[in-house]
Each structure stands twice: as C-alpha cells, then as structure tokens.
C-alpha cells in the first residue's frame, strides 16, 4: 500500500528527505551550541547558535505541514498517510526537545557543573549518535532498503546508555551541595536531553513496526 510513495520522483519522498536535512541541521546546531559552553567555556556564539536551531526546527515544522496537505489533497489509502504523518510528527518531537535543552541553559541561566560536564558530554553524544541512526533507518523505510531492524537494535542499546547515564547523573546531583534551586534546573536539563534518545528509541520502534506492516 506504500508503493506510490516511494517512487523517485514522488513530491512526498523528496519533502520527507527535505525534512531529514533539517532534522541534522538542527541537530548539528544543538550540538555546536552545547560545545560553545561545555567544551571551550566560550558562550558568545550561543545565542546565534540557538537561533540557527530554531531557524531549521520551523523549517521542520513547515515542511511537515506541506507533506500533511500534498497527502491529503490526493486520494491516498488512509493507512498510508496516517502511518506517514504519525512518523514524521513522532520524528518531530526531537526538535522541539532539542529546543527545549537550550531555552533551558539560555533563559533560565543555566551554567552546567565541571563536575558533572562528562556526564553531560555522554549524553549528548549518544544521544545525537541515536538522532543520526534515527535519521539513517527512516532513509532505509523510505527507500524501501532493508536494514531498519537493525539500526532500532543499535538505537535500543543506546537508549539503555543513556538511561544508565541519566539515572547516575540525577543521583549524584542530589548528593552533591549545589544550591537546590540550581538543582532544580540541572535535573530538567538532564531529563530533556534524556528525553531526546528516549523519543528516538520510540520512532526507531515505530519505524520497524510500519516496515513490518509494508510486508503484510
């Protein structure tokens, strides 16, 4: 039932790609964000930074909004376009995490602890590491290629880090002596950046689950 979606020319693959470029860009920009405060401690450049991230996050955002309106203007099989838009808007939610992590550091003035800016690190790093697999195994259903199993098993395993990393940092945070209002704002970064390989490992999922149902 998927088969006129993936057809080269068809508007609807090429805007799902279109979504992917900025997907990574928005990831791209988080990332580079994060480094201006993590590793050179040099914040200058992170309210451009931050803007570029929501630049590409809206782009995201209207580009989902294009393919909801081309798939629903044409006479496709409902399955097919509701399973399509409920990836693309599953998808869609690590942006707006990615958002969230830096409204945090930016407007509630977070500073992040030299004693827990490893943890940090690991974090991110999986998680982003997950974000591009993510990125990978929806390029894989798109195309029809197989694969998609195998990259939500790597991404299972990454969420599993994460969660080890999150639970661990949360844990040492409340032993530690940091003012509990700082307290407060760090456990909610920590958790939103979590969040981020968590959703990941839930589209990963839901991605398999739609290239089992194109089999059927």
């Known amino acids: 039932m998927f088969q006129f979606l993936f057809n080269k020319e068809n508007r609807v693959e090429k805007l799902i790609f279109q979504y992917l470029d900025s997907f990574h860009l928005v ?3 988080f990332s580079r964000a994060l480094a201006t405060c993590i590793t050179r401690h040099q914040c200058e450049e992170f309210d451009f930074l931050m803007d570029q991230t929501h630049k590409y996050e809206s782009k995201a955002d209207d580009i989902i909004d294009e393919v909801n309106n ?4 044409k006479a496709l099989i409902p399955d097919a376009r509701g399973d399509i838009m409920n990836m693309l808007i599953s998808l869609d939610k690590i942006p707006h995490l ?3 992590a830096l409204f945090i550091i930016r407007y509630e003035g ?3 602890p030299e004693v827990f800016m490893s943890d940090i690190e690991n974090l991110i790093r999986i998680s982003l590491e997950s974000c591009d697999l993510l990125s990978k195994q ?6 029809n290629k197989p694969g998609t199993r195998t990259v939500m098993g790597t991404i299972d395993e990454n969420e599993s880090r994460c969660d080890h990393i999150e639970r661990l940092t949360i844990s040492k945070l409340f032993s530690s002596d940091m003012d509990p209002f700082v307290k407060l704002q760090f456990k909610e970064l920590v958790l939103v950046i979590g969040d ?5 490992d839930r589209v990963s999922k839901l991605v398999n689950i739609l290239t089992l149902k194109r089999r059927v």
């Open 110 to 112: 977070l500073t992040i």
């Open 70 to 73: 081309l798939m629903f203007s």
């Open 98 to 100: 990615v958002e969230r």
């Open 27 to 29: 990831l791209d920009h």
């Open 138 to 143: 929806v390029a894989l259903f798109i195309k």
């Open 196 to 200: 981020i390989s968590d959703q990941a």
